[in-house]
């Protein structure tokens, strides 16, 4: 087993035994990223004399007994998250040559806990895409077949997990950005409850959807960095007061006695037969760890793809306005007025889906169209509450697919964008909801692509997902398994 | 169909964003499919039902109405992203002949 097939908690193991050190892990992973990621593209931006520098720094707070939680462990972020002094694209032309003033409170955060940061990660621009393949900096390929896509729009994440480029990374979800490239990867990845990780420094795509998590090789790595990135901010409107928690200390919580909901919802027409297949055995093997099988009903999950058309695009034709081409990022040359100049700056800056998801968002907002289009979605948003609401009074949890088909073909869906957003047909209702859910990898297709299913909890069930997603990790070894990297590399 | 070339270029003007004519047709096409989608939402039964502001039907906190520290930091360190500056002030073109 060489360095990069341990995942961050046997690292964490590794460095307190001093077996190995900081400065040791970060050059091996930087070599790693150097010589695997040309044909991967997952990432954007390396940090790679920084990251020198604060593998050196934690070596020499470890001799001088730090015990920092994550101290000297590389991680790298998605290119949403603001750092101080390191470019942050957020996947965009817009943002080519932005340079951050500040750090976001989770870049912060993990810091602090004493992570060392080998880069940037790649992603669908402005998190708006479900394939990476709407990124300026190029399309990401999925490390378990380099003709498919990672998924998205945490694409550059997922695959650099993957393929053992960095033991962890940070993703967002704001219709199953983190879930879906996860389940496409075989990683295991957590969309926390709304609220319980700063939205500081993460640019924006849609606000009331939107929530930064962990993407790890399994469900105790994904406690350990909840551990530094959950927790109240006051500089995040939107954060909960009670958002820390002690997700790595809830990890032994046993299945037994839990109830575990199903939705034949999620195993209509349109999902793939091997997955039915596999997500079923996954659901036989929770029984077998002592859970209650609980039938439930998720009856407007039909809906949440078309109000989160509605709602997602509404908040992002908002919160992109300030792209004017003025105070940061792309500024036209063709410009002779000051109406050109906005018009012209964010043709030029803004790539083909962001555009549209403009246009949309704008047209439902717009005079005549805002009670039929946006307070319609907002009340059917309600109803997709409710749903859960009553199904979380009679389970503790409900378990599903991921994704309705596993990773497909690079420009299979880029013409047809109503066919890529089905993508998240599975995953969109948890966002609209509000609730955690969690990824975990549960079998291959027979052409060798992983497959995913997700653990959906309640409000603040957080700690409960990585919980049995670890029991499940316990009994099962589909997270261990690794892509041919020969392969990759050939 | 509702998404005309007409319907494309007065939401683009609203959105203050520049389209070459040559697309229209092909964007009006892609939004009419989008909007398919979204119209599903009238089927539902939405009667007495109460938007959602917010899934843990939290209040906004507010916060005295003054600049903290982090927002004085220095407007050197802000201008420096602008694409275009002069005596610490962002240009634009001339607005006023």
Redesign the interface.
Known sequence: MELHDHGLADLRRLLQKKEISAVELTTHFLQRIRSVDPQLRSFITLNGENALVQAHRADRQRADGSTQALLGLPIAHKDIFSTRGLRTTCGSRMLE???P??DATVVERLEQAGTVLLGKLNMDEFAMGSSNETSHYGAVRNPWDTRMVPGGSSGGSAAAVAARLVPAATGTDTGGSIRQPAAFCGITGLKPT??RVSRYGMIAFAS?LDQAGPMARSAEDCALLMDAMAGHD?RD??S?PQAAGQFSAALDRPVRGLRIGVAEEFFADGLDPQIAEQVRAAIAQLESLGARIVPVHLP?NA?A???Y??LAPAEA?SNL?RF????????SQH??????????S??EG?GAEV??R???????L?AGYYD??Y?????????I?EDFRRAFAEVDLIVGPTTPTPAFALDAKTE???SM?LADIYTIAVN????PALNLPCGFTREGLPIGMQLMGN?FADELLLAVGHAYQQATSWHLQRPDLAEVQG | MSFTTDTVKRTASLARLALPEADLAHVAQQLEGILVLIEKLSAVPTEGVEIMAHPLELQQPLREDRADGRDLAGRDIYLKNAPVSADGLFLVPKVIE
Do not use: C, M, W
């Open positions: 040559n932005y340079i003033p500040f709304y609220g009331s006051p409107s939107t909960h407007h809906v793809v078309s109000a058309y509605v034709s306005a004017d081409g003025v105070r940061y990022g792309h500024r410009a002779d007025n000051l109406q050109e100049l906005y018009q012209q964010r043709f803004f555009r549209r403009i246009l949309i968002g704008s047209y439902v717009s039929a289009y307070l319609k979605a907002q009340k059917v948003r309600s109803l509450r047809d964008p109503v957003y609209l909801a509000g609730i409000y």
